[in-house]
């Protein structure tokens, strides 16, 4: 063993010396944590990166690469990647009814709701295990109340069994009157990577986008059901919207969902971009949102393709089409992932951009009437 190193090293420091451009696949970061690009960077070389779309090419054998590491890895070539944004329509028409409900959204509101959730502590679905006091069972309990108060049937989807409680996904539906209704469901993660009273911007903010958009359409009655999903586990492998999926479609409820949408980090805004990611089938959907977008909000949206780690994936992976809302990546929160990751730096007004644009894009595609 020791004479094969010996042998092995000075080789490897010579492949490494006298390397022309790397060869083999390129492969999308299917996570940007920063301790998991410090470990990709040891073993790799960039080949593109703009925005949310990074690519790498390995500089050890991928047999070499750790598994966990590997998970996080996809295959994927320059060319499957865009980033573009849209010309604004040149007529700029918006309907009075879409503005009047997009002028409902609260940004104060907003704010407050992902105060509260920050504020629960802990939020990371391990700590259901590690601490009795968990801030992620104390964000469950809030957003249940929360959705309970607006008038919502809720639900709790636990999809794993822990020693001292249960992680769950909260959900909350609005049914339709209308016979055969198909569904839209809305969805952000409420968990966070742990750090104390932090994860304000991920993902207290989209959860909070979830809040603010049931309670204005809690106003409106609908020719589609609406479905609210504050989802657990995102930030361990997307564990709670995949356990969500896999229940929607053994019930068959998964065929009903006309299309979805995921707010995940909606808060921090250094440039008035908005990233609009799915994947290329889904592309002119994309585009009609970001139209809207210059309709009915101060925000420049950006496309961006492929799809990848947040709760939008589950869904496209059924054939569903599915965007996800997210501040500009190529300008992202610093504190992204870290302790730091707290309310003050971020912009209400922007998040509250990103629910109107979202909130329309609702009204372009159901039928909404106001209660009164
Ligand atoms: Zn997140």
């Given at each position: 063993m020791i004479k094969t190193l010996l042998l092995a090293l000075p080789l490897l420091a010579a492949a490494r010396l006298y390397a022309g451009p790397v060869s083999g696949p390129s492969y999308l970061l299917l996570s940007h944590d920063p301790a998991f690009l410090e470990r990709v960077a040891e073993i790799s070389?960039?080949?593109?990166?703009?925005?949310?779309s990074r690519l790498v090419r390995l500089t050890v054998p991928p047999a070499q690469v750790p598994a966990e590491i590997m998970a996080l890895?996809?295959?994927?070539?320059?060319a499957d990647i865009r980033s573009y944004t849209v010309p604004a329509p040149s007529e700029k028409a918006a309907d009075p009814a879409v503005l009047s409900l997009v002028s409902r959204v609260n940004s104060a509101g907003l704010m407050g709701y992902a105060d509260a959730i920050t504020m629960t502590g802990k939020r990371a679905a391990r700590d259901l295990d590690a601490s009795a006091s968990s801030g992620n069972r104390a964000a469950m309990d809030y957003i249940e109340n929360a959705l309970r108060d607006m008038g919502y049937a809720t639900e709790r989807h636990c999809y794993k069994d822990r020693k001292k409680d249960k992680e769950c996904n909260i959900l909350a539906r609005g049914k339709s009157p209308a016979q055969g209704a198909r569904t839209i469901a809305v969805v952000g993660h409420m968990d966070s990577v742990g750090h104390e009273n932090a994860g304000a911007d991920d993902n207290a903010s989209g959860a909070a986008g979830v809040l603010e958009m049931a309670r204005v359409l809690a106003g409106y009655r609908a020719d589609h059901d609406l479905l609210f999903i504050a989802a657990n586990g995102e930030e361990t492998g997307v564990a709670g919207t995949y356990a969500l999926a896999k229940k929607l479609k053994a019930s068959g409820e998964m065929s009903r969902i006309a299309w979805a949408i995921n707010m995940d980090m909606i808060a921090w805004n250094r440039n008035g971009l908005v990233d609009i990611e799915t994947n290329q089938e889904h592309a002119a959907f994309a585009e009609w949102v970001a139209g809207l977008a210059s309709v009915y909000t101060r925000l420049n949206p950006n496309?961006?393709?492929p799809a990848w780690g947040s709760d939008h994936v589950p869904f496209l992976e059924a054939g569903v089409p599915t965007y996800l809302s997210i501040e500009s990546w190529e300008d992202h929160n610093p504190c992204y992932h870290q302790a730091c990751d707290k309310m003050a730096p971020l912009s209400w007004d922007y998040a509250a951009d990103i629910v109107r644009l979202n909130l329309a894009v609702i009204a372009g595609k159901a039928r909404l009437a106001p209660k009164k």
């Amino acid at each position: 063993m020791i004479k094969t190193l010996l042998l092995a090293l000075p080789l490897l420091a010579a492949a490494r010396l006298y390397a022309g451009p790397v060869s083999g696949p390129s492969y999308l970061l299917l996570s940007h944590d920063p301790a998991f690009l410090e470990r990709v960077a040891e073993i790799s070389e960039p080949v593109y990166a703009k925005g949310r779309s990074r690519l790498v090419r390995l500089t050890v054998p991928p047999a070499q690469v750790p598994a966990e590491i590997m998970a996080l890895l996809r295959a994927a070539s320059p060319a499957d990647i865009r980033s573009y944004t849209v010309p604004a329509p040149s007529e700029k028409a918006a309907d009075p009814a879409v503005l009047s409900l997009v002028s409902r959204v609260n940004s104060a509101g907003l704010m407050g709701y992902a105060d509260a959730i920050t504020m629960t502590g802990k939020r990371a679905a391990r700590d259901l295990d590690a601490s009795a006091s968990s801030g992620n069972r104390a964000a469950m309990d809030y957003i249940e109340n929360a959705l309970r108060d607006m008038g919502y049937a809720t639900e709790r989807h636990c999809y794993k069994d822990r020693k001292k409680d249960k992680e769950c996904n909260i959900l909350a539906r609005g049914k339709s009157p209308a016979q055969g209704a198909r569904t839209i469901a809305v969805v952000g993660h409420m968990d966070s990577v742990g750090h104390e009273n932090a994860g304000a911007d991920d993902n207290a903010s989209g959860a909070a986008g979830v809040l603010e958009m049931a309670r204005v359409l809690a106003g409106y009655r609908a020719d589609h059901d609406l479905l609210f999903i504050a989802a657990n586990g995102e930030e361990t492998g997307v564990a709670g919207t995949y356990a969500l999926a896999k229940k929607l479609k053994a019930s068959g409820e998964m065929s009903r969902i006309a299309w979805a949408i995921n707010m995940d980090m909606i808060a921090w805004n250094r440039n008035g971009l908005v990233d609009i990611e799915t994947n290329q089938e889904h592309a002119a959907f994309a585009e009609w949102v970001a139209g809207l977008a210059s309709v009915y909000t101060r925000l420049n949206p950006n496309i961006t393709m492929p799809a990848w780690g947040s709760d939008h994936v589950p869904f496209l992976e059924a054939g569903v089409p599915t965007y996800l809302s997210i501040e500009s990546w190529e300008d992202h929160n610093p504190c992204y992932h870290q302790a730091c990751d707290k309310m003050a730096p971020l912009s209400w007004d922007y998040a509250a951009d990103i629910v109107r644009l979202n909130l329309a894009v609702i009204a372009g595609k159901a039928r909404l009437a106001p209660k009164k």
